[in-house]
């Protein structure tokens, strides 16, 4: 298991496009986050899923903005008619339930709305 | 207020010198953990350290070490023999409760680190 992919690397979109991102979690990791940090900026928390079900989704920054977890493996982030201010760097990572701190990122996905 | 308070924007390191990097925090849960990340250009974090509240001994990690003063309400990250590589931004984080329900990381704003030859 080589870690936490994210896909794409790098999105390029016009403002009012939706676009869709998809974060592999490590195979073993039953928890899976997602976060988004902007210029300058630490990450900041969006979402998070334990298996298939989403337990907290109340830090989502708008209705355009929707993540599932459909089989407990693998999630996708979704925005919709994205806006300039939503350009950033998303990123996932994953851990296992009752670790202290087995918290792994991926390499994110870099999201420029034009 | 801020959870996670780094101070320092920037900081320039002399090559195989140490550098400490400042994180201050503010918490009323008696129980929680206080992380370092690095995040080169490339964007991934890559996790350094990690201290728990109840940890008596500071946290160690090859050439990372936390200077952990939980009255003072700091968890600095004291490199040691800087590396080229090193350069990158630093975050710490920290995760509040130690329960189940224990699973956001809330970050500071990073300090930039920058090892010169």
């Known amino acids: 298991d080589t870690g936490v992919s994210q896909d794409p690397r790098h999105k390029i979109t016009k403002r009012g496009q939706n676009v869709t991102f998809r974060c592999d979690p490590i195979?073993?990791?039953?928890?899976l986050y997602w976060y988004r940090q902007t210029l300058g900026q630490g990450p900041e928390f969006l979402t998070y899923?334990?298996?298939?079900?989403?337990?907290?989704k109340s830090r989502l920054l708008s209705d355009r903005f929707s993540a599932e977890r459909p089989k407990g493996s693998f999630s996708t982030l979704e925005i919709q008619r994205t806006e300039q201010g939503d350009s950033a760097m998303y990123l996932c990572?994953?851990?296992?339930?009752?670790?202290?701190?087995?918290?792994?990122f991926g390499s994110g996905t870099r999201l420029t709305v034009v | 207020a801020q959870k996670i308070t780094q101070t320092q924007p920037g900081m320039f390191v002399q090559e195989k010198e140490a550098v400490t990097l400042d994180c201050t925090y503010d918490?009323?849960?008696?129980?929680?953990?206080l992380f370092w990340y690095k995040q080169p250009s490339s964007g991934e974090m890559i996790f350094l350290i990690y201290?728990?509240?109840?940890?008596?001994q500071n946290a160690t990690e090859g050439r990372y070490s936390l200077n952990f003063q939980k009255a003072r309400k700091s968890a600095n990250l004291v490199i040691s023999a800087s590396q080229l590589g090193d350069s990158a931004m630093y975050f710490c984080?920290?995760?509040?409760?130690?329960?189940?329900?224990?699973?956001?990381?809330?970050f500071g704003k990073g300090t930039k680190l920058s090892v010169i030859p």
């Open positions: 899923f334990q298996n298939e079900a989403q337990l907290e």
């Open positions: 984080a920290m995760r509040e409760g130690g329960g189940a329900g224990s699973y956001q990381l809330t």
């Open positions: 195979s073993e990791h039953n928890r």
């Open positions: 990572a994953s851990s296992l339930s009752g670790q202290l701190y087995g918290y792994t």
């Open positions: 201290q728990g509240s109840y940890d008596q």
């Open positions: 918490t009323s849960d008696p129980s929680y953990g």
